[in-house]
């Protein structure tokens, strides 16, 4: 018998400061939920799916200075400086890049705070959660304690229950430039890691952001029984810019016509039944995040005649949600407004991004999956999920040769300023 679904993307705003603290992020994320709370249904299981590392400027965590520099190198070195005491540790004996080194460092603080407030949320408002994604290490369980894996970091996706249990994560396989190192230097998954799982909302299959344009990746989830494609996002250039990642040889297209080639295409030539593909909004620091979330699937005789689309691209059917773009206009006239959106623009529209939410109802036939077995990792943070076990807090480590270090790296990090002015 067919099921029905209740499937909401939200589609968020960000700026830094709602990182700086524990209550900052917290309330970021519940106005998220308090976005999709409209939507929800109140007959059918509901799904809520949020955006792309999400979690990723937890980073900025106590670091108001880093914040206030307004760029991401600056902000960069600045909190690097500031938690050198636990920084500098894995740095020299993991041999990682600082940022990689930074982040590890502040790893177990802001895994703690990201699973107990996609918990609570999950909870409170009764939603299978897709809690977008985030910087995330793999842990083991050891008594009563997670123990980070080795020095992997991963673009990581968690999925919640109603009641607040941990039905599974994914790792983000295909990288982007920036994801990669010289940028927030990530560790890409692996292909056969990636699986299906069985829940009343769909067989629910993760591929983040890049995954989703990936044949890898679609054929893998798609073979595992997919019926609910899952593609959390934020894209960090303008939406109605060119296309940043393209084949060797060719000639970059309007970036929302590349994106047909992602959730669209796969519903489009049913690889997978739906798809959801949440995208974030707003200026973080000097990067610019923007895009149109959408629900795509089999029509239904549910989309109005002639359908939807991204901007600068023509109506097609196939959209059963779509939130609106800034503004219409010739594509000369979008391009414009794309580029006064974005960071360091100094016009008066800059930031004014558009946040909200979109819903489709799914059908769905009967689960026959049987939930695949949890991983060490999933294992650990349902421990830790539970009350079980704990994340212990990274020590203070001075010394000696960490103060010469602060003291070094102050320098240099003057130095850079200066050079910059």
């Known amino acids: 018998m067919t099921r029905t679904v209740r499937a909401v993307a939200v589609q968020p705003k960000w700026h830094a400061h709602d990182f700086l603290n524990a209550a900052a992020f917290e309330r970021w994320m519940k106005q998220q939920l308090e976005m999709a709370r409209p939507h929800l249904s109140a007959t059918h299981p509901n799904l809520v799916v949020l955006t792309e590392l999400n979690g990723l400027p937890l980073v900025l965590r106590g670091g108001a200075l880093a914040a206030a520099s307004g760029k991401f190198e600056w902000a960069a070195a600045l909190l690097f400086v500031h938690h050198l005491p636990q920084a500098l540790p894995i740095l020299v004996k993991e041999k990682v890049s600082p ?57 990581q996706t968690l999925i919640f229950a109603p009641d607040g249990s941990l039905i599974g994560s994914a790792d983000k396989v295909h990288l982007t430039p920036d994801e990669q190192a010289g940028g927030v230097d990530l560790t890409p998954g692996k292909l056969e890691d990636l699986r299906v799982f069985p829940t009343p909302v769909g067989d629910l299959g993760v591929a983040i952001s890049l995954d989703a344009f990936r044949a890898d990746v679609i054929g893998k989830l798609m073979n595992g029984g997919c019926t609910v494609l899952l593609q959390p996002d934020a894209n960090g250039s303008p939406w109605t810019g060119k296309e940043g990642i393209y084949p060797a040889g060719q000639q970059p297209r309007d970036q929302p016509l590349a994106w047909l080639e992602s959730s669209w295409q796969v519903t489009d030539g049913n690889q997978i039944r739906y798809a959801v593909n949440p995208m974030v909004v707003g200026n973080l620091l000097d990067m610019t995040f923007d895009g149109q979330s959408a629900i795509t699937g089999p029509d239904e005789g549910e989309v109005t005649e002639g359908g939807l689309s991204y901007v600068m691209t023509p109506p097609r059917r196939g959209f059963l949600a779509l939130l609106p773009w800034v503004s219409d206009g010739t594509p000369q006239e979008l391009r414009e407004v794309g580029q006064q959106l974005a960071a360091g623009s100094g016009h008066p529209l800059e930031n004014a991004y558009l946040s909200g939410a979109v819903h489709a109802d799914l059908h769905l036939p009967p689960s026959t999956l049987v939930p695949p077995p949890a991983t060490p990792h999933e294992r650990a943070l349902t421990a830790f999920l539970e009350g079980q076990a704990s994340l212990p807090l990274s020590p203070l480590r001075w010394g ?21 002015k």
Do not use: D, F
């Not at 000696?400 to 910059?420: C, K, M, N, P, V």
């Open 400 to 420: 000696w040769a960490a103060l010469l270090t602060l003291l070094g790296a102050s320098w240099w990090l003057i130095r850079r300023l200066q050079r910059r």
């Open 99 to 155: 940022i990689r080194a930074l982040q590890l460092a502040r790893a177990n603080e802001n895994a703690a705070l990201y699973l107990k407030t996609c918990q609570k949320l999950a909870r409170e408002c009764g939603v299978y959660l897709v809690s977008g994604s985030t910087p995330m290490p793999h842990y083991q369980l050891c008594g009563t304690r997670l123990r980070r894996e080795g020095r992997a970091l991963y673009n």
